[in-house]
Nanobody
Framework: QVQLVESGGGLVQTGGSLRLSCVAS????????MAWYRQAPGQERELVAT???????DYADSAKGRFTISRDDTKNTMWLQMNSLKPEDTAVYYC????????????????WGQGTQVTVSS
């Protein structure tokens, strides 16, 4: 099974930027949906941004205009560029990859990384 490893988190001041990376141990071509989620302490995990195989992206309202999601299938990598960070962006950020074709076949289709901590100080 593909392993997903996030990196790029850290401590940043309000207004700063971070670029998160999610590197897969194998090809991500079959993952027609890849996404970043985040979970703050005591809160539910929430969807931040989604990127589809051919580049179409969607964002949570909280991320629109500040975050940019992208992927490069030749590098088996997805990124989340986060600008104008706010304290409320503080959370553990998780990489997610879904292969809906595998889901139909009953095969493993939903993969998660271990997460990377993002902390924004005020």
């Amino acid at each position: 099974q593909v392993q997903l490893v996030e990196s790029g988190g850290g401590l940043v001041q309000t207004g700063g930027s971070l670029r998160l990376s999610c590197v897969a141990s194998g090809s991500i071509f079959n993952f027609n949906i890849m996404a970043w989620y985040r979970q703050a302490p005591g809160q539910e995990r929430e969807l931040v941004a989604t990127v589809h195989r051919y580049g179409t992206s969607d964002y949570a309202d909280s991320a629109k205009g500040r975050f940019t999601i992208s992927r490069d299938d030749t590098k088996n990598t997805m990124w989340l560029q986060m600008n104008s960070l706010k304290p409320e962006d503080t959370a553990v950020y998780y990489c997610n990859a879904k292969d809906t074709h595998a889901q139909v076949l009953g095969d493993p289709y939903d993969f998660w990384g271990q997460g990377t901590q993002v902390t924004v100080s005020s």
